[in-house]
């Protein structure tokens, strides 16, 4: 299938990513490997706005629970981690997702069966 | 844990509403005046929140064919289309609608609710890919819920985002549905139509889409986004509602699919209600005749809005994108929405108050609805008061701009 920006054929390969922002196309070069440490380091980031006091956002924070994020604002962040790591999560999946763990091991797992 | 438990917060959220001392979500109407005015509290309030687009619900034709209809076969048809048979007007109004779009059929649902609810949850099952816009309409997020298709949301009216989703989706097997609104209810904005039946042409998806809000009020003849874009004949299904423009209550899908008709034995929000009173339907008939023929209303519709968009914005309020027949007003928070749509009231105005979950990225609003049959003074009275309100509770920001007053005293 070509790129819609180039109509070169897009890279499936992990050092290629292809991130969409509104009419911008750009294509980033990334490590070989996405990594947990990568995933997680993303996760967090769209998470701090909402950490509860002082108690920091670990793998095994729920999400729903533990933090001040409602759940809008969890499918909205789920839109931004789809396209900066290339996958689709549907929206069934998310609702199974209760950890920053699982949110992790869902990426990654998306992203090894492409 | 009791039952109500788990609504604690909201509970505690709707108690600070309440203090303001009404209930923007239990307002009594103690009587509907006109399109355009009610008396709430005991006083003649100025409505701009009823979604009433062209001012049908006095329209005297549609009344008189309301009551006439009424008077022939009476109150209710007691039973569903399925179950219980459907009366000749059921399938007249259908024809006539499919007419309209020059779609070959049409079916009619009870609500335009249970319209999206059944026909989005039907169209896909098990295997198959729903996408929606991120800000979609409740109907069609409980659709979702009842689909047993995968349901992935693309960025609110980003046919890139879009693109990107079905790209992804690759050579998985199943059918692919694309859901799109005409007009969006809380901001007043239109999808870019073209652009995403482009992307939907690319991967072979089919479009749906819910013109609820711009039915009557987009394209030459009224038949929403679909004709304006020019993609008629491009979108699969359209989906829509007697409850705005048509001034009753409503819905209804269109299409050209040969097996469309199957619909009506497996959607089950169309099978197992109650269908469209005789006086309803007999309204509805008419309401259409009246928006085709009568297409200085849709002109009408849109000099007001922007007489109040074009007003507001002057005066520094934030609004929805673009002009459209909702126009949304950005309050700063919650309670600013709450508190400005309490001084709205006391000085004779209604407008809705939109604040999260209820609307987009979390954005307080007051919702404003336009109506073909405000005059132009009444919308410029709203100005000024909602202009007043804003500089009261510090929303607009600086001096008062001076105003011109023409001619000499």
Redesign the interface.
Known sequence: ?PD?GTGEP?LRTAHKL?V????L?VSLDLPLETSRADVMREICHHLAPYQAGEKPIVGETVISKDLTI????V??M??EL??RF???????VVAEIHTVDQLADTILDLRAR? | MGLFDRHAGLLEAYRDVRTTGADPFQIRMERVLSPTEAIIDGRKTLLVGTNNYFGLTFDPSCMEAAIEAIRAEGTGTTGSRIANGSYSEHVLLEEEIAAFYGMKHCMVFTTGYQANLGIISTLVGQGDHLLID?DSHASIYDA?KMTQA??????HN?P??L???L????DKPGNRLVVLEGIYSMLGDSAPLRGFVDVCK?YGAYVLVDEAHSLGALGETGRGLCESAGVLDDCHFIVGTFSKTLGAIGGYCVSNDPDFDILRVTVRSYMFTASLPPSIVASVRQALRVVEARPELRKKLWDNVATLYDGLAAQGFKLGPEHGPVVGVHLPDRMMAIGFWRAMLDAGIYVNVAV??AT???VSLLRCSVCAAHTTEQLEHMIDVMTGIGRQLGVLSGTPKLRVVGGSR
């Open positions: 299938m819609p897009l292809i969409e922002n509104d009419d196309v409602d759940s809008l604002a499918m909205d789920v839109m789809e396209d290339d996958v689709s999560i549907p929206m069934n492409r | 991120a979702c995968e349901v992935v949301r693309f960025k980003d890139a985002s693109d990107a989703r790209r992804r989706l690759g690319k999260p979950p987009p990225n979390g």
